[in-house]
């Protein structure tokens, strides 16, 4: 059974750095595709970043130049380096995961496995 499990979220100011990490359990084979979504209070969950067989790396336009994913395919684990945050980067964010490629890694519905979440506040 897959399991993704997230962690490093929490609470920054404006400006500050956080580190997401998604350590992926039973998933030998289903990570082909991974990628980072967010889910503000009221809001659509929209795609982040996402890194396909492990190199080939996806952003949502706005958050280039700020947002760095990665993978550690030895642990298997997937990362989000988030740097220069802004209050609305404020939001859950899910890791996602999908054995196979995916043709539009920044859509949620290209990937089958989801994380429970960890929340990102950033104040100003």
């Known amino acids: 059974q897959v399991q993704l499990v997230e962690s490093g979220g929490g609470s920054v100011q404006a400006g500050g750095s956080l580190r997401l990490s998604c350590a992926a359990y039973?998933?030998?084979?289903?990570?082909?595709?991974m990628g980072w979504f967010r889910q503000a209070p009221g809001k659509e969950r929209e795609g982040v970043a996402a890194?396909?067989?492990?190199?080939?790396?996806h952003y949502a336009d706005s958050l280039k130049g700020r947002f760095t994913i990665s993978k550690d395919n030895a642990k298997n684990t997937l990362y989000l380096q988030m740097n220069s945050l802004k209050p609305e980067d404020t939001a859950m964010y899910y890791c996602?995961?999908?054995?196979?490629?995916?043709?539009?890694?920044?859509?949620?519905?290209?990937?089958?496995?989801w994380g429970q979440g960890t929340q990102v506040t950033v104040s100003s």
């Open positions: 996602a995961a999908s054995a196979g490629r995916s043709w539009r890694p920044l859509n949620r519905d290209e990937y089958k496995y």
């Open positions: 039973g998933a030998y084979g289903y990570t082909y595709s």
């Open positions: 890194i396909i067989s492990g190199s080939s790396t």
